[in-house]
Nanobody
């Protein structure tokens, strides 16, 4: 089975920075898309930043030039460096991996979510 474990959320003042980390473990034959999504109260989960299977990156317009996604495939980790944080960035952040797992099928996996609160 596959598990994703996130870390790095918390409370930060406007203009501050946080770095989120997500580690994948378990029986993983291959990793495909990976990235970060966020969910505001009462809203659907939205894309923040992702790596596509060809290695290119996609960012939500609202976070471009402030957030940076990176990864370490050997460690099966994905990161999100968040700078110049705004109160509007307050949300629960989820990591996502699309993985060929022990069933030999490609499936979507999600982390447990980590709260990011930007407030003075």
């Amino acid at each position: 089975q596959v598990q994703l474990v996130e870390s790095g959320g918390g409370l930060v003042q406007p203009g501050g920075s946080l770095r989120l980390s997500c580690a994948a473990s378990g029986t993983i034959f291959s990793m495909h898309d990976m990235g970060w999504y966020r969910q505001f109260p009462g809203k659907l989960r939205d894309l923040v930043a992702t790596f596509t299977e060809d290695g290119s990156t996609n960012y939500a317009d609202s976070v471009k030039d402030r957030f940076t996604i990176s990864r370490d495939n050997t460690k099966r980790m994905v990161y999100l460096q968040m700078n110049s944080l705004k109160p509007d960035d307050t949300a629960v952040y989820y990591c996502h991996f699309r993985i060929r797992d022990y069933t030999s099928r490609i499936r979507d996996y999600w982390g447990q979510g980590t709260q990011v609160t930007v407030s003075s």
